[in-house]
């Protein structure tokens, strides 16, 4: 596919100033059969009303690496309110950036009205608003295809395709980093980071998931902008960070987010955890993200509530270290502990409570799995977290935390039939329970006149 590019570049002179690099029909690899049925008829009906409309972004990008694309987006000059008026089934969503929801047949298309810069002269409390330190608060102004390219955040997300005429609109020089394999932010970048410092994530992201190197400039000026994420709300960032895991990249993400020191503004206390690493955090966390991406490649489903037990687990067990000094039973002290790192990370990384319920319930097991003795084991294993519980044992297993032994019984547990369970859980020893010493009542004492 990168040969085919490196031809495109050959046979066209480059473009004007201000100018698109047009890569006409026959000359690029892409064919309107390769867009979704519900895309194509976005951008025709949009056309027959007399608006420009392009297939755009990441589904172009996708196409040119000859990869599927997820979803098709596109963008045009018509505005929020007359995409909704020309489709019967839309509907405006998004109040810092507006965008309509278009539905054909079963499919949702994402279409964006241009965009324009945020010049003094365009500036309007309603539709432009920027926060003390620079970040866009609202972005809606509206502009010119031209604008809406330079507005774009990486070179290779600000490619137009337009399936009628089959030509492949290139503004910002995104197919020559295409073919270099460069993740390069249009503009200035610490500006850019500045205005929405998820661009950050999204470089990391693109990153991983591509196989793409981060342009020298465009990875310099995260080392000084890493910090403005923090201001970004915490119910955004747990959108961003499962876009960021669950993607197949979760393990080559996960190293270049604590390279760039992203990793420590999203989970503080875990990133702390790792620095002064017991010995098996490290490792625990990788494994965990080793498994997930071979889960999701293969097409095996994944619950976020497991993903974040993974990995706030290192920042649970520094936790617990602290509780257990005060001399409570093992699940208080894991209660406290989890109750306290799950609040602290939900004011960072606002995980909603269906996650977190059964995250802790994965915890707690870790305590409860190493009870087989008589019937214990039977209703264990008929808790609905029983699964994620012992998938969770075995990765401490794996990592080193805990000596290999109990996932193996459990295993074969699962595999026994009922006869062969029940000699395995009389096998298994009770643990003695401490007795508890009996307080002598005091004698009571003799009035001193008898």
């Given at each position: 596919?990168?040969k085919?590019?490196?031809?495109?570049f050959?046979r066209n002179?480059p473009?004007?100033?201000?100018?698109?690099?047009i890569?006409?029909?026959?000359r690029?690899p892409?064919s309107?059969?390769?867009?979704s049925?519900?895309?194509?008829?976005?951008v025709?009906q949009?056309?027959?009303?007399?608006y420009e409309?392009y297939?755009?972004g990441g589904?172009?990008?996708?196409?040119?690496?000859?990869?599927?694309?997820?979803?098709f987006?596109?963008?045009?000059d018509?505005t929020?309110?007359q995409i909704?008026?020309?489709?019967?089934?839309?509907r405006?969503?998004?109040r810092?950036?507006?965008?309509?929801?278009?539905r054909?047949?079963?499919?949702?298309?994402e279409?964006?009205?241009?965009?324009?810069?945020?010049?003094n002269?365009?500036?309007n409390?309603?539709?432009?608003?920027?926060?003390?330190?620079?970040m866009?608060?609202?972005?809606?102004?509206f502009?010119s295809i031209?604008?809406d390219a330079s507005?774009r955040d990486?070179?290779?997300?600000?490619?137009?395709?337009?399936?009628?005429d089959?030509?492949v609109?290139?503004?910002?020089?995104?197919l020559?980093?295409?073919?270099q394999?460069l993740?390069?932010?249009?503009?200035n970048?610490?500006d850019?980071?500045?205005?929405?410092?998820?661009?950050?994530?999204r470089?990391i992201?693109?990153?991983?998931k591509?196989g793409?190197k981060?342009?020298?400039?465009t990875a310099t000026a995260?080392t000084g902008?890493h910090?403005?994420?923090?201001?970004?709300p915490?119910a955004r960032?747990?959108?961003?960070?499962?876009k960021?895991?669950?993607?197949?990249?979760?393990?080559?993400?996960?190293?270049?987010?604590?390279?760039y020191q992203l990793?420590?503004i999203l989970f503080?206390?875990?990133e702390e955890?790792l620095?002064?690493?017991s010995?098996?955090?490290?490792a625990?966390v990788?494994?965990?993200?080793?498994n997930t991406?071979?889960?999701?490649?293969?097409?095996?489903?994944?619950t976020?509530a497991?993903?974040?037990a993974?990995?706030l687990?290192p920042?649970?067990?520094?936790?617990?270290?602290?509780?257990?000094?005060?001399?409570?039973?093992p699940i208080?002290?894991?209660?406290?502990?989890?109750?306290e790192v799950?609040a602290?990370?939900?004011?960072?990384?606002?995980?909603p409570?269906r996650?977190?319920?059964?995250?802790k319930e994965i915890?707690?097991?870790?305590?409860?799995?190493?009870r087989?003795a008589g019937?214990?084991a039977f209703?264990?294993?008929e808790n609905?977290?029983?699964?994620a519980g012992y998938?969770?044992l075995?990765?401490?297993?794996?990592a080193g935390?805990?000596?290999p032994?109990?996932?193996?019984?459990w295993?074969?547990?699962q595999?026994?039939?009922e006869?062969k369970?029940?000699?395995m859980a009389?096998?298994?020893?009770q643990?003695a329970k401490k007795?508890?010493?009996?307080r002598k009542k005091?004698?009571p004492?003799?009035p001193?006149?008898e």
């Open positions: 596919m990168l085919k590019l490196s031809k495109i050959r002179n473009p004007a100033a201000d100018e698109p690099h890569i006409s029909s026959g690029h892409l309107p059969k390769q867009i049925n519900g895309a194509r008829k976005v025709e949009l056309s027959s009303d007399g409309a297939l755009v589904c172009v990008r996708d196409l040119m690496l000859g990869l599927k694309p997820k979803d987006d596109v963008a045009t018509a929020p309110e909704n008026q020309l489709f019967r089934r839309s405006i969503v998004g810092r950036f507006q965008i309509v929801h278009v054909m047949g079963s499919e949702i298309i279409v964006t009205t241009f965009r324009a810069h945020h010049t002269e365009k500036k409390h309603n539709d432009s608003r920027q926060s003390a330190k620079g866009l608060l609202r972005d809606n102004i502009g031209n604008e507005r990486f070179t290779m997300n600000a490619l137009y395709y337009h399936p009628q089959n030509s609109y290139d503004y910002a020089n995104g020559a980093d295409i073919e394999r993740i390069h932010i249009i503009g970048p610490s850019r980071y500045r205005e929405d410092p998820v661009r950050m994530l470089a992201r693109f990153a991983a591509l793409f981060i342009e020298a400039n995260i902008a910090k403005l994420l923090a201001d970004i915490p960032l747990f959108d961003e960070v499962l960021l895991l669950m993607h197949g990249q979760a393990l080559a993400t996960f190293h270049l987010l604590r390279e990793f420590g503080p206390a875990t955890a620095t002064n690493d010995g098996y955090y490290q625990f990788e494994i965990a993200l080793t991406d071979k889960r999701i490649r293969s097409g095996k489903r994944v976020p497991f993903l974040f993974a990995l687990w920042a649970l067990k520094e936790r617990e270290k602290q509780f257990g000094q005060s001399g409570g039973s208080y002290t894991l209660q406290q502990a989890a109750g799950t602290r990370q939900c004011q960072r990384v606002a995980i409570r996650f977190t319920m059964p995250m915890w707690e097991l870790q305590l409860r799995l190493p087989r019937s214990q209703r264990l294993l609905k977290r029983f699964r998938d969770f075995l990765l401490r297993e794996d935390e805990i000596q032994g109990l996932g193996d019984w295993t074969d547990f595999d026994a039939d006869s369970r029940e000699s009389s096998a298994v020893q643990p007795r508890r010493r009996r005091p004698t004492k003799k001193a006149n």
